[in-house]
């Protein structure tokens, strides 16, 4: 065999397979559902699945919610995260075992994390019952957290999703941070920066790469969130797109065609809000590289 | 400036012992409830440790057994069940409080029971009663203070101010009388605990609610084993075909790479569930519908991507050098790979099998739409929560077992958690 002659087929070859995956399992399914939401079940065509949808007073609840879920959360959980990254690469004593810590929200499954906050909030729930044993409120005072209004509610999402999620972009940014080059930082003090310059200056442009990662992850998956909301108030209490999406699909029987125009729209969606990401952070230039 | 030093280190380990409490509570609490009873996880206010051990006490009451076990939160008795009975009143005590009660003990505290009662039977007699009219005379106050309530109210509302303080005094009044009477009652109820009643204390099976939700949800086992050969098949998929485009984005650059780096986000970007939504006639036609293989080949796509991006960096990890050394050495490019890459990526491997295996563990959107009958161990847990049979203390039991494979092998790849994402970038 002819060395040079193969080894240009070679990477081909290798990701062959997982094109063909895509195009299988990814493609297929993906084409066919585009295709099932403009066709009713005698496979007429129709646009009643999406009038359906738009018709319905809860998608532009679903629309409000969901943004406004992404623009508190992603800004909230990538600040945090941010300082707990550039916190535990300090490595102080005990950086190790924090980071160890600051997994765990990580690893749990989001159907564990349901259970451990709906019976955290509930009113009887353990909350209220740490609330009083550190002597914040009385034994009369319980606060009913599931009954405050939309916002308020999709605050108390927010702050459980949180809980979660940081963690996830901590490891972003901390593996980008650990990558950095210590002498580019050093030169910063070494010219007299300050802390807050040299981290406005050098390391933050630097580490330009990993939170372009962190944010674009995070801003497809929290436009997608669903599950801890159902879990914490049940459908249709605080309606978001995806949440939708799984009503017409599980709750209301023969919407399933509903439930995959929904999918639809979610989709286009997230596309756009994702290319205008990518274009306004300049990923797509760096990537042509 | 060295004060300064002290206060500020000081001031940034509590910041830190901040974030490891936020962390560690709400996971604390979800153990501890898991571990209770449900006379103990529906007590207000929850308490910070599970008891190990239940306080029971028994009475008699016209001719039958009555059974009230101790609340730390309402730092009293709390009656469970009257009854006859023996073997009925054993199964209640046992659903309530996660305690069985032997026969035999309970026989002895029955014979003891009875002995006493015949010593103090009279005194008995006479403490019920007053007991009865105690708490009839309380009821009354109460009753009585929120109708003054209500009219002091009205009187405020017509501002007399003649009523209103003498509606005050009386509502004054009504609660002092109360409290004595309370003072009273906690007495009478002290002495008849003393002389009418037998306590005595049985251990707790911790582990009870675990033991139930398997049991109860009649799922939940067969639910785990199908959830353990989904992960193991998806792992199985995912990096014998992601491992291979990885090692190719690792070593070798070629047109259409950085579409291919993309792509990761394109699949990402299409709910998993709208996927597996079509994918539900796909499958049936293959005949994989609601088995542990059609759900594999769906979460697949998703962890196919995520191998893709870990193998890379892994691969990237090891010196394209020691593969050259190894060719300059008389062996073949294939050779090189698997007597010198492939061993030293074998760590990262597996650290990138068990993240597939974290990831297809804890899904649940796609396993909801995907199974009928044979639903994952996320689905069941799920279900019991969301469904009407939600009992918070079961449902916590199966968080933590469903929790607890992904939390431990996230220990373990700890370390290439960060390697992985240090590597290829979007």
Same mark, same amino acid.
């Given at each position: 065999?002819?060395?040079?002659?193969?080894?240009?087929?070679?990477?081909?070859?290798?990701?062959?397979?997982?094109?063909?995956?895509?195009?299988?399992?990814?493609?297929?399914?993906?084409?066919?559902?585009?295709?099932?939401?403009?066709?009713?079940?005698?496979?007429?065509?129709?646009?009643?699945?999406?009038?359906?949808?738009?018709?319905?007073?809860?998608?532009?609840?679903?629309?409000?919610?969901?943004?406004?879920?992404?623009?508190?959360?992603?800004?909230?959980?990538?600040?945090?995260?941010?300082?707990?990254?550039?916190?535990?690469?300090?490595?102080?004593?005990?950086?190790?075992?924090?980071?160890?810590?600051?997994?765990?929200?990580?690893?749990?499954?989001?159907?564990?994390?349901?259970?451990?906050?709906?019976?955290?909030?509930?009113?009887?729930?353990?909350?209220?019952?740490?609330?009083?044993?550190?002597?914040?409120?009385?034994?009369?005072?319980?606060?009913?957290?599931?009954?405050?209004?939309?916002?308020?509610?999709?605050?108390?999402?927010?702050?459980?999703?949180?809980?979660?999620?940081?963690?996830?972009?901590?490891?972003?940014?901390?593996?980008?941070?650990?990558?950095?080059?210590?002498?580019?930082?050093?030169?910063?003090?070494?010219?007299?920066?300050?802390?807050?310059?040299?981290?406005?200056?050098?390391?933050?442009?630097?580490?330009?790469?990993?939170?372009?990662?962190?944010?674009?992850?995070?801003?497809?998956?929290?436009?997608?969130?669903?599950?801890?909301?159902?879990?914490?108030?049940?459908?249709?209490?605080?309606?978001?797109?995806?949440?939708?999406?799984?009503?017409?699909?599980?709750?209301?029987?023969?919407?399933?065609?509903?439930?995959?125009?929904?999918?639809?729209?979610?989709?286009?969606?997230?596309?756009?809000?994702?290319?205008?990401?990518?274009?306004?952070?300049?990923?797509?230039?760096?990537?042509?590289? | 400036?060295?004060?300064?030093?002290?206060? %500020?280190?000081?001031?940034?380990?509590?910041?830190?012992?901040?974030?490891?409490?936020?962390?560690?509570?709400?996971? !604390?609490?979800?153990?501890?409830?898991?571990?209770?009873?449900?006379?103990?996880?529906?007590?207000?206010?929850?308490?910070?440790?599970?008891?190990?051990?239940?306080? #029971?006490?028994?009475?008699?009451?016209?001719?039958?057994?009555?059974?009230?076990?101790?609340?730390?939160?309402?730092?009293? !008795?709390?009656?469970?069940?009257?009854?006859?009975? #023996?073997?009925?009143?054993?199964?209640?005590? %046992?659903?309530?409080?996660?305690?069985?009660?032997?026969?035999?003990?309970?026989?002895?505290?029955?014979?003891?029971?009875?002995?006493?009662?015949?010593?103090?039977?009279?005194?008995?007699?006479?403490? &019920?009663?007053? %007991?009865?009219?105690?708490?009839?005379?309380?009821? %009354?106050?109460?009753?009585?203070? *929120?109708?003054?309530?209500?009219?002091?109210?009205?009187?405020?509302?017509?501002?007399?101010?003649?009523?209103?303080?003498?509606?005050?005094?009386?509502?004054?009044?009504?609660?002092?009388?109360?409290?004595?009477?309370?003072?009273?009652?906690?007495?009478?109820? /002290?002495?008849?605990?003393?002389?009418?009643?037998?306590?005595?204390?049985?251990?707790?099976?911790?582990?009870?609610?675990?033991?139930?939700? #398997?049991?109860?949800?009649?799922?939940?086992?067969?639910?785990?084993?199908?959830?353990?050969? *989904?992960?193991?098949?998806?792992?199985?998929?995912?990096?014998?075909?992601?491992?291979?485009?990885?090692?190719?984005?690792?070593?070798?650059?070629?047109?259409?790479?950085?579409?291919?780096?993309?792509?990761?986000?394109?699949?990402?970007?299409? $709910?998993?569930?709208?996927? /597996?939504? $079509?994918?539900?006639?796909?499958?049936?036609?293959?005949?994989? !519908?609601?088995?542990?293989?059609?759900?594999?080949?769906?979460?697949?796509?998703?962890?196919?991507?995520?191998?893709?991006?870990?193998?890379?960096?892994?691969?990237?990890?090891?010196? *394209?050098?020691?593969?050259? /050394?190894?060719?300059?050495?008389?062996?073949?490019?294939?050779?090189?790979?698997?007597?010198?890459?492939? $061993?030293?990526?074998?760590?990262?491997? /597996?650290?990138?099998?068990?993240?597939?295996?974290?990831?297809?563990?804890?899904?649940?959107?796609?396993?909801?739409?995907?199974?009928?009958?044979? $639903?994952?161990?996320?689905?069941?847990?799920?279900?019991?929560?969301?469904?009407?049979?939600?009992?918070?203390?079961?449902?916590?039991?199966?968080?933590?077992?469903?929790?607890?494979?992904?939390?431990? #092998?996230?220990?373990?790849?700890?370390?290439?958690?960060?390697?992985?994402?240090?590597?290829? &970038?979007?």
């Amino acid at each position: 065999m002819n060395k040079v002659e193969s080894r240009k087929w070679i990477p081909y070859i290798l990701i062959a397979p997982t094109i063909i995956y895509y195009i299988v399992f990814w493609l297929r399914p993906v084409i066919s559902a585009v295709v099932y939401s403009f066709f009713d079940d005698n496979n007429i065509f129709t646009l009643n699945n999406y009038l359906t949808i738009f018709r319905d007073p809860n998608f532009k609840k679903a629309v409000i919610n969901t943004a406004i879920f992404v623009v508190i959360s992603v800004t909230l959980e990538f600040l945090v995260a941010l300082g707990l990254a550039l916190i535990i690469n300090k490595k102080f004593r005990g950086a190790q075992l924090l980071l160890s810590i600051a997994l765990i929200p990580m690893a749990l499954p989001a159907v564990a994390v349901g259970a451990m906050w709906s019976s955290g909030f509930a009113t009887y729930g353990w909350v209220n019952s740490l609330l009083h044993h550190l002597g914040l409120i009385s034994a009369d005072g319980k606060i009913v957290f599931l009954a405050g209004s939309d916002f308020q509610s999709l605050m108390l999402i927010i702050l459980i999703d949180a809980w979660q999620v940081i963690p996830f972009m901590m490891v972003i940014l901390l593996a980008g941070l650990q990558g950095l080059s210590k002498e580019a930082i050093e030169a910063g003090y070494i010219f007299g920066g300050t802390k807050f310059t040299v981290l406005r200056k050098i390391t933050l442009p630097m580490l330009k790469p990993s939170i372009q990662t962190a944010l674009i992850l995070r801003i497809i998956s929290a436009i997608q969130v669903w599950l801890i909301i159902v879990m914490i108030f049940g459908y249709r209490r605080i309606p978001v797109l995806l949440e939708e999406v799984v009503f017409y699909e599980e709750q209301l029987l023969g919407f399933y065609r509903v439930a995959l125009a929904y999918s639809v729209i979610v989709s286009i969606i997230v596309s756009i809000v994702s290319v205008i990401y990518l274009k306004v952070s300049g990923a797509f230039e760096k990537g042509e590289q | 400036m060295k004060v300064a030093k002290i206060i %500020r280190q000081t001031l940034f380990y509590i910041i830190v012992a901040g974030i490891v409490l936020v962390i560690l509570t709400p996971i !604390y609490f979800l153990v501890t409830i898991s571990l209770m009873s449900d006379q103990e996880a529906y007590d207000w206010p929850t308490q910070m440790i599970p008891s190990f051990f239940n306080k #029971f006490k028994l009475e008699i009451v016209d001719n039958e057994f009555l059974i009230s076990v101790y609340s730390p939160a309402k730092k009293t !008795y709390v009656t469970i069940k009257q009854s006859s009975n #023996f073997e009925d009143l054993q199964k209640f005590v %046992r659903n309530k409080t996660n305690s069985t009660i032997k026969k035999e003990l309970f026989e002895t505290q029955v014979k003891k029971l009875e002995k006493i009662i015949q010593e103090n039977k009279d005194r008995i007699d006479l403490l &019920r009663k007053e %007991r009865d009219k105690l708490k009839r005379q309380i009821n %009354r106050l109460t009753v009585e203070t *929120v109708r003054l309530k209500s009219q002091l109210e009205m009187a405020e509302k017509a501002n007399m101010q003649e009523f209103i303080d003498m509606i005050k005094k009386q509502i004054e009044d009504n609660e002092q009388e109360k409290a004595e009477l309370v003072k009273n009652l906690e007495n009478v109820t /002290a002495e008849l605990d003393k002389i009418g009643a037998v306590h005595f204390s049985v251990a707790k099976n911790i582990f009870d609610n675990y033991i139930n939700f #398997f049991r109860v949800t009649s799922d939940a086992l067969p639910a785990l084993l199908r959830s353990v050969q *989904v992960a193991v098949l998806t792992v199985i998929i995912s990096l014998s075909i992601g491992g291979m485009a990885g090692y190719a984005f690792a070593r070798y650059s070629f047109k259409g790479k950085n579409l291919l780096k993309l792509s990761v986000l394109f699949v990402r970007m299409f $709910p998993g569930i709208s996927i /597996a939504m $079509p994918m539900v006639i796909i499958l049936i036609n293959m005949g994989f !519908y609601d088995k542990p293989i059609g759900l594999s080949l769906v979460y697949s796509v998703g962890q196919i991507g995520m191998t893709v991006w870990i193998t890379a960096s892994i691969f990237m990890g090891i010196p *394209v050098e020691l593969e050259e /050394a190894a060719m300059i050495f008389g062996t073949t490019r294939r050779g090189a790979f698997f007597k010198v890459t492939l $061993p030293l990526a074998l760590p990262g491997l /597996a650290a990138s099998a068990m993240y597939a295996f974290i990831g297809s563990w804890s899904e649940t959107a796609q396993a909801i739409v995907l199974t009928q009958f044979n $639903p994952t161990f996320p689905v069941v847990v799920y279900q019991t929560l969301v469904g009407a049979k939600g009992l918070i203390n079961l449902t916590a039991a199966g968080g933590v077992s469903l929790a607890l494979p992904a939390v431990v #092998f996230t220990m373990i790849i700890r370390k290439y958690i960060l390697q992985m994402w240090g590597g290829v &970038r979007v």
